[in-house]
């Protein structure tokens, strides 16, 4: 269930970026995406260089709660958890593979240090210790994850597809994922539903 290397981006050839990195930021699907698999998502970028871009959707539950992961992962659970956690699903690449986004970053097996607050982990020792009440203080559990080759994210953005705007962990980690996407368009002072085409990045 769990991918025991992240994917890389770093290895791949492409065309150089135009002065963007997104890495740290929000991604909000404008309307233009609303016929997509995005439309009306929040995605956090874990990863943005020249040679793509990696992420995580934050505000989409699947039908299963943490402890039906556990189950399939055959790990036994503390009762003390909060079973009624929803496993997201973080985007359409390796869908059948987890990803754990957490505050501190710690140490594991096969973790992204994004910054120095956050990390990505693919490994299964991060699971275990989640089931064990002895995991990262804040965690966001996804299933798959959003990818975009080289000069991918950049032509979307050019194309009016995505409003970028710097992540807030307050957004990510203590509000329900139902709430995110209005609080993150609460970040630039925009309200969702007024919302047009011919609004950039901030």
């Known amino acids: 269930m769990l991918c025991g290397m992240l994917p890389s981006i770093r290895k791949k050839t492409g065309v150089a970026m135009e002065n963007i990195n997104l890495t740290d930021h929000f991604l909000i699907a404008m309307p233009a995406m609303e016929d997509s698999f995005f439309s009306k998502t929040v995605t956090y970028i874990c990863e943005h260089n020249a040679q793509g871009a990696l992420g995580l959707v934050i505000n989409r539950p699947m039908n299963l709660p943490l402890h039906g992961l556990f189950k399939q992962l055959g790990i036994k659970a503390k009762d003390r958890l909060n079973h009624d956690v929803m496993v997201l699903f973080g985007g359409p690449v390796q ?17 992204l240090t994004i910054n120095q607050k956050l990390g990505l982990t693919t490994s299964l020792d991060i699971i275990n210790a989640i089931a064990n009440a002895e995991g990262p203080e804040h965690t966001l559990i996804a299933l ?12 979307e953005m050019a194309q009016n597809a995505w409003l970028s705007v710097p992540a807030s962990l307050d957004v990510i980690f203590n509000l329900p994922a139902e709430a995110r996407l209005a609080a993150a368009m609460a970040l630039i002072g925009i309200d969702y539903t007024r919302l047009s085409n011919d609004v950039g990045h901030a």
């Open 95 to 111: 869908a059948d593979c987890g990803f754990v986004l957490h505050q501190p970053v710690g140490h594991w097996q096969s973790t």
């Open 144 to 155: 798959g994850y959003a990818g975009w080759a080289a000069g991918q994210i950049e032509h």
